[in-house]
């Protein structure tokens, strides 16, 4: 979390180069609802040119007039005041105009509450009745919602995060320009759908983002076709999991291979000492959470499992070959097998000398 204090001092070197710079944004929105904010956006007449000539940690993102600055380990995006002209896929702007007027700037932003901004003194500068929206708890657009929507669709999924996270409501005009925008979602990539996806889903409020999803109709122009089936859950990989959209969306390997053991966990009884062994707490506790069970009961059944892994084991593939004096083969797996089952249902105590008087008897032959 960055404080204040920091933040100020990035401004404090632009302006002291005779620019003006401002905080604005998620960083001063959350700082009045004394919320914690990690991404911080500065606003300023200063070009990115100009920008390269006051800080040395430098990089650039020009095509959109912003530069990344990393000052003291923190990152920074600052941005020229500008305007935009003609909107492309329901996204990106065609061109963009440099301008010398902070207002003007602000207009072209989606919701009031990110409007708000911090002058070089730490004083708030709102033109646009940003805190009187927060106090109200309401997301309302910078302007009529419908143009803003046409203009960049992920205005669209913006609006339903920020509704989600904060716990805030969609004020009436907004709620109307997303039913008649909403198709244009279709044309967004996927990549940046997930994004914001992403953030409803693993906020403790979820399941209000889902709601709205559900209420606009959302659901269909993202292809979520199980997002009905949702409940209320803490995890978004449980939430992808039953919405099993990885032939549309882009995953990692390591989520798609979390959310197939968490598919197959909510298949078997997650108290069950072999399942808990098999998928590992993580996905138990997520099928668990899911299914409503208590995840207390699905943790304490996992801590007192006999063994955890394989590797708990008290005797070595080398000494169970030595016991049946033979070459490795298939039949080890076999053994494995069935040890760890005899051990985690209490049939068998893990300790070499029981281990190896069972593998005696059931396997020499």
């Excluded at 000052?71 to 996204?91: A, D, L, M, P, S």
């Excluded at 996806?197 to 906020?203: E, G, H, Q, T, V």
């Excluded at 005899?342 to 300790?351: F, G, M, V």
Aim: aromatic share 10%; net charge negative.
């Amino acid at each position: 979390m960055v404080e204040l204090d920091t933040a100020l001092k990035v401004i404090n070197e632009i302006s002291a180069h005779g620019y003006k710079a401002y905080l604005v944004g998620g960083f001063v929105r959350n700082y009045l609802l004394d919320l914690p904010s990690n991404d911080i956006d500065i606003t300023t007449n200063a070009t990115p040119k100009e920008i390269k000539e006051i800080f040395s940690e430098i990089s650039p993102n020009e095509n959109y007039g912003s530069v990344i600055v990393n000052y003291k380990g923190v990152k920074y995006e600052i941005t020229t005041f500008r305007k935009e002209f003609g909107y492309e896929n329901h996204r990106r702007p065609v061109e963009i105009k440099y301008i010398d007027d902070l207002y003007q700037d602000l207009l072209r932003r989606d919701f009031t509450i990110n409007t708000l901004c911090i002058n070089s003194e730490g004083e708030v500068i709102d033109y646009l009745r940003g805190q009187e929206d927060l106090k109200k708890r309401l997301i309302r657009s910078v302007g009529n919602p419908k143009v803003k929507f046409d203009e960049d669709a992920l205005r669209i999924m913006r609006a339903v995060r920020f509704a989600t996270i904060l716990d805030f409501d969609l004020d009436d005009e907004i709620k109307e320009a997303i039913k008649e925008t909403k198709c244009y979602l279709k044309e967004l990539s996927y990549e940046r759908k997930k994004e914001e996806l992403d953030k409803i889903f693993a906020s403790p409020n979820a399941y209000k983002g889902i709601s709205l999803m559900l209420e606009f109709g959302l659901d269909k122009e993202l292809e979520l076709d199980r997002l009905k089936e949702i409940g209320p859950t803490n995890s978004s990989i449980g939430i992808w999991s039953i919405l099993n959209v990885e032939d549309k969306y882009p995953f990692s390997n390591n989520e798609k291979e979390l959310m197939e053991m968490i598919r197959s966990a909510m298949d078997h009884n997650n108290l069950d000492p072999m399942t808990l062994y098999t998928y590992g707490l993580y996905a138990n506790s997520v099928a668990g959470n899911i299914k409503k069970l208590d995840i207390k009961d699905i943790t304490e059944s996992y801590n007192n499992l006999p063994i955890h892994g394989r590797s708990e084991l008290d005797i070595t593939s080398d000494e169970i070959m030595n016991i049946l004096n033979k070459e490795p083969g298939s039949y080890m797996s076999d053994i494995y097998d069935d040890i760890e089952y005899q051990i985690l249902y209490r049939k068998l105590s893990n300790d070499k000398e029981n281990i190896t008087k069972y593998i005696i008897s059931n396997y020499r032959d």
